[in-house]
């Protein structure tokens, strides 16, 4: 069995603090190394070098962790700390929010929405970066990982805010990672649509110069029902406070709602390009 040879400052980086709670709790319940490996589905060496900050935590195992320890979200906040350096400038302050909001309303661009991703369609986009030389691949995975984190802080928490979303119809017909990858995406936004909390609409590319956005954009209401929005460019995200601007944003919004597809034709029409796909 692997043991431990030393114990890093859990105050000394992220990776170390995630580290040294998985082995504090560990201790706690009077548990081996091995035996919470086998909990988690590690080996016990690999559980050493977690707890020793020479490894860093996958999202699989901040959220089994989460599980085993039933420590309600701990170890996917301490995978967030982790994985914020790969994040756009501003994004980790958006996600604070997203995590806490009560409604999320958004209109996204060109690719699905990253909550809606599946692991297989977020890998590609993240690969496609790296061959771009914008991201490095440790980077890549980070992203990876902090994705499924954050799908699961808003997804499957357990009041989940409702959700409505309006997706550009180039997000539906774009080819991301291949036929097989996208007929899955395809399938898990179908899916996701059937959860009472979430409606999906399709605004077809028809619409023209009637979108009112020509950049994506999220509207959050936060549990004082104070409204929040966000949006990016390809270097940082922007938190837009301007009580103003989130009104104005929102009063666009709904007209958006009205002009998109109705959520039976949105499903219809994602039904049709999977099929379509070979």
Same mark, same amino acid.
């Given at each position: 069995?692997?043991?431990?040879?030393?114990?890093?400052?859990?105050?000394?980086?992220?990776?170390?603090?995630?580290?040294?709670?998985?082995?504090?709790?560990?201790?706690?319940?009077?548990?081996?190394?091995?035996?919470?490996?086998?909990?988690?589905?590690?080996?016990?060496?690999?559980?050493?070098?977690?707890?020793?900050?020479?490894?860093?935590?996958?999202?699989?195992?901040?959220?089994?962790?989460?599980?085993?320890?039933?420590?309600?979200?701990?170890?996917?906040?301490?995978?967030?700390?982790?994985?914020?350096?790969?994040?756009?400038?501003?994004?980790?302050?958006?996600?604070?929010?997203?995590?806490?909001?009560?409604?999320?309303?958004?209109?996204?661009?060109?690719?699905?929405?990253?909550?809606?991703?599946?692991?297989?369609?977020?890998?590609?986009?993240? +690969? !496609?970066?790296? $061959?771009?030389?914008?991201?490095? #691949?440790?980077?890549?995975?980070?992203? &990876? *990982?902090? =994705? %499924?984190?954050?799908?699961?802080?808003?997804?499957?928490?357990?009041?989940?805010?409702?959700?409505?979303?309006?997706?550009?119809?180039?997000?539906?017909?774009?080819?991301?990672?291949?036929?097989?990858?996208?007929?899955?995406?395809?399938?898990?936004?179908?899916?996701?649509?059937?959860?009472?909390?979430?409606?999906?609409?399709?605004?077809?590319?028809?619409?023209?110069?009637?979108?009112?956005?020509?950049?994506?954009?999220?509207?959050?209401?936060?549990?004082?029902?104070?409204?929040?929005?966000?949006?990016?460019?390809?270097?940082?995200?922007?938190?837009?406070?301007?009580?103003?601007?989130? +009104? !104005?944003?929102? $009063?666009?919004?709904?007209?958006? #709602?009205?002009?998109?597809?109705?959520? &039976? *034709?949105? =499903? %219809?029409?994602?039904?049709?390009?999977?099929?379509?796909?070979?």
């Amino acid at each position: 069995m692997a043991t431990l040879t030393t114990e890093p400052d859990p105050t000394s980086s992220p990776v170390a603090r995630f580290g040294a709670e998985l082995r504090r709790l560990r201790r706690l319940r009077g548990w081996t190394q091995e035996k919470l490996g086998g909990l988690l589905g590690y080996s016990d060496t690999w559980i050493s070098l977690i707890e020793r900050g020479k490894e860093t935590p996958t999202s699989k195992l901040a959220l089994k962790a989460d599980e085993v320890f039933e420590t309600g979200g701990l170890f996917v906040e301490l995978l967030r700390r982790i994985t914020g350096a790969a994040l756009l400038e501003g994004f980790e302050e958006f996600a604070d929010c997203e995590a806490r909001c009560r409604k999320l309303q958004s209109f996204q661009t060109s690719v699905i929405p990253g909550l809606f991703q599946t692991p297989e369609y977020a890998a590609a986009l993240a +690969a !496609a970066a790296v $061959r771009r030389g914008s991201i490095t #691949q440790g980077q890549a995975d980070e992203r &990876v *990982a902090f =994705l %499924a984190a954050r799908q699961h802080r808003v997804l499957e928490r357990p009041n989940p805010p409702i959700i409505h979303t309006v997706m550009d119809e180039s997000c539906v017909t774009r080819l991301v990672g291949g036929p097989s990858v996208m007929r899955r995406q395809l399938d898990h936004v179908t899916t996701l649509a059937e959860r009472p909390n979430i409606t999906i609409q399709v605004a077809p590319l028809s619409l023209g110069e009637l979108v009112p956005f020509t950049f994506p954009v999220v509207l959050l209401t936060l549990p004082d029902r104070s409204l929040v929005g966000y949006n990016e460019t390809h270097s940082r995200g922007y938190l837009e406070r301007s009580s103003t601007t989130c +009104a !104005a944003w929102e $009063r666009d919004y709904d007209q958006l #709602q009205v002009e998109s597809l109705s959520t &039976v *034709a949105s =499903l %219809a029409m994602i039904s049709t390009v999977r099929k379509g796909l070979q």
